[in-house]
């Protein structure tokens, strides 16, 4: 990690540590970094706990919006975090080999390929076209639409926060994305170096 280690605590890193080591058994990916900035960080968690234990989403959803926003970010940390419990949920692991691969998931069911796309278009378009928009609020309600766009922006902060600040994979995880090494991108001509 680019940050070194906090030497010492401010009273509200201490509470900060305390409510994520109770809550999340320790602090771990993005809380290592958000630990510096305990208001933000606290905030940080409140919201992203509500996009995955709250959401009017289904969990096999959160799951897949997590991923595929860790995806579209490069979040290494992220994928290997979650990609047990997406599969754990439901979804199918050769649509997430596939997704990991930056290629089409072929998703069976129709509200996680709806969600691939409509996800898809806001990350990297960074607009949803009207048929796409049309599926996604017939397919989920206006309720978890709006909690699927608010996850997808905050799975996209904590991805940045993940790769800006160089969070350590951990060691006993394979890197997910064959273009990314380390953190940054690599050719498929170029191999590991």
């Known amino acids: 990690m680019r940050l070194g280690p906090l030497q010492e605590l401010n009273a509200d890193q201490v509470e900060f540590r305390d409510r994520l080591v109770a809550q999340r058994g320790g602090i771990h990916g993005p809380f ?3 630990l510096r900035s305990p208001r933000l960080g606290d905030r940080m968690e409140a919201l992203s706990t509500y996009c995955m ?3 009017a989403l289904p969990p096999r959803l959160r ?3 997590l991923l595929v926003a860790a995806r579209r970010f490069d979040a290494q940390h992220s994928w290997n975090a979650h990609l047990g419990k997406a599969v754990a949920a439901g979804l199918d692991p050769a649509a997430l080999d596939r997704l990991a691969r930056d290629e089409d998931p072929r998703f069976d069911r129709a509200d996680e390929a709806i969600l691939h796309r409509f996800a898809v278009q806001a990350l990297t378009a960074h607009f949803v076209d009207d048929d796409t928009y049309a599926a996604a609020l ?3 309600g206006e309720p978890a639409l709006v909690d699927l766009v608010v996850a997808l922006g905050t799975f996209t902060t904590l991805a940045l926060v993940l790769n800006t600040f160089q969070v350590d994979l951990p060691t006993d995880r ?3 994305f064959p273009d990314v090494r380390g953190f940054q991108h690599i050719r ?3 191999g590991e170096r």
């Open 32 to 34: 290592e970094v958000l």
């Open 53 to 55: 234990r709250d959401s």
């Open 63 to 65: 799951e897949l919006t």
């Open 138 to 140: 017939a397919e989920f």
């Open 174 to 176: 394979e890197p997910p």
């Open 188 to 190: 498929p001509d170029q």
